[in-house]
């Protein structure tokens, strides 16, 4: 296993526009959050799943935001209409079920850096 | 609710120590500590659960306070590897096994 993935990597996009992001969390990992995060800021919670069950939802979210993870495994994350306040680094990250001291902390990705133009 | 980090910057000479703080209002269920270097993913250090916890290794520990409102996160003997901004990230009793709610973050630069 390779950790957390997400796709694109990058992503610019015209004011306006949808965009769709990917995350592919550790295969055994059945919790999976969004959070973006602006420059000089800590990561902001979006929204968080448990396998397929959108459990949280931030009150930051608007209605544009949507997210999906459809049985349980790979989740997307999608805005629409597009502001030029989207722009941030949206990383994904998954942890275990389980609460063990030693595999509780969340398994980043690298993220997906959006600019809207 | 965000927990309060300090301090926002840290600059060392390598070899030196640094604490970085972490506190709430609240009690809370459990403190994360990540680091974060310049264009990667956070990446998970360790976690507290228990009040009056210390844990880690020789040169990076943490200890959690006896009323579980406040962490401090202790970089030793500081290497250059170490330049990075630490974040700390939280979890309240109120929804414990859900979403962190990460600080500021303090940005600590090691120099030769």
């Known amino acids: 296993d390779t950790g957390v993935s997400q796709n694109p990597r990058h992503k610019i996009t015209k004011r306006g526009q949808n965009v769709t992001f990917r995350c592919d969390p550790i295969?055994?990992?059945?919790?999976l959050y969004w959070y973006r995060q602006t420059l000089g800021q800590g990561p902001e919670f979006l929204t968080y799943?448990?396998?397929?069950?959108?459990?949280?939802k931030s009150r930051l979210l608007s209605d544009r935001f949507s997210a999906e993870r459809p049985k349980g495994s790979f989740s997307t994350l999608e805005i629409q209409r597009t502001e030029q306040g989207d722009s941030a680094m949206y990383l994904c990250?998954?942890?275990?079920?389980?609460?063990?001291?030693?595999?509780?902390?969340?398994?980043f990705g690298s993220g997906t850096r959006l600019t809207v133009v | 609710q965000q927990p309060v980090q300090s301090p926002q910057a840290v600059i060392l000479r390598e070899g030196e120590d640094a604490v970085i703080n972490c506190s709430s209002s609240?009690?809370?269920?459990?403190v994360h500590w990540y680091r974060q270097k310049h264009g990667e993913a956070p990446v998970f250090l360790m976690i507290?659960?228990?009040?009056?916890e210390q844990k880690g290794h020789e040169k990076i520990s943490a200890s959690f306070n006896e009323k579980k409102q406040q962490s401090s996160l202790y970089l030793t003997a500081s290497q250059l590897s170490y330049s990075g901004t630490y974040f700390c990230?939280?979890?309240?009793?109120?929804?414990?096994?859900?979403?962190?709610?990460f600080g500021k973050g303090t940005s600590l630069l090691v120099t030769p």
């Open positions: 990250a998954s942890t275990p079920s389980s609460k063990g001291q030693d595999n509780y902390g969340y398994t």
């Open positions: 295969s055994e990992h059945n919790r």
């Open positions: 799943f448990q396998n397929e069950a959108q459990l949280e």
């Open positions: 609240k009690a809370l269920y459990s």
């Open positions: 507290l659960l228990k009040g009056g």
């Open positions: 990230g939280t979890e309240s009793p109120s929804n414990s096994g859900y979403a962190l709610n």
